[in-house]
């Protein structure tokens, strides 16, 4: 099973096999976490996602990791929260799972994560810290996923949860 852990800090900075990055369905870069993992991976990696030619929500592809510490980057576009009745919860959990198929795929194990959708996106911080747990803790691989939370706000919605579960 893959091992669930929690950090605060900086998910450019990290030195895994694979970072995902939150991105949009164009996969050509834009603000929060996505334009951090942009600046951070220098030009090519815009122009390996412009050969990708965009990605659906809830899909996700790889490319190199060019400038950053991580080899892959693994790019999802996480759903856009509209209220819930958009299927909005299976789309995260399929953000999770199959950014997580791609890191297997790539023969990862050490894979880092943001909290995706929980940005300008507006998915319920509390609700999609219970998903991102749960896609991660049943995924059946030997790997460990770390949750890189940029604010103490988004660490504390997972750690929280975490201790719910105890
Ligand atoms: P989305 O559009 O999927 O909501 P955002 O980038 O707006 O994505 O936000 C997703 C999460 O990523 C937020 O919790 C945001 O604070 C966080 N974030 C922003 N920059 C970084 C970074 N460098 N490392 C890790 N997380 C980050």
Redesign the pocket.
Known sequence: MATFNLIK????TMHVDAIVN?A?TSLRG?????G?IHRAAGPKLDEACRKLNGCPTGEAKVTLGFNLPAKYVIHTP?PVWHGGHNNESQLLKNSYVNSLKRAVENHCQTVAF??????????PLNQAAKIAIDAIESFNAELVATM????SG?YSAYENELTERK
């Open positions: 800090g900086d998910i450019t939150a949009n834009g603000g929060g976490v996505d951090a996480g943001p909290s995706i959708s929980t940005g300008v996106y507006d998915f890189v939370c940029f604010d988004t």
